[in-house]
């Protein structure tokens, strides 16, 4: 894992989680991406199922997060 982006505890709730993945989501767009890849941690699981990503594999463990559960996303052509 090289990076681990996350909302500080005190924003969480504001929106800028949804503002952060609509921006990630456009930019994958502009660079013809098809595809957005993540690992979320198992509390944000349903987060990222409410913005269309899916769980495709078994979840793995790490050590300073816990069970990160693999997800993806189609890039959809209307973002």
Do not use: H
């Amino acid at each position: 894992r090289d990076r681990m982006i996350e909302v500080d505890v005190t924003r969480q709730g504001t929106g800028t989680g949804t503002s952060m993945m609509i921006k990630a989501e456009s930019i994958a767009k502009q660079l013809n991406f098809k595809e957005i890849y993540l690992e979320a941690v198992e509390n944000k699981v349903e987060f990222y199922k409410s913005r269309g990503f899916e769980i495709y594999a078994d979840p793995c463990y790490d050590e300073d997060w816990g069970l990160l559960f693999p997800m993806k996303k189609k890039i959809d052509d209307n973002i």
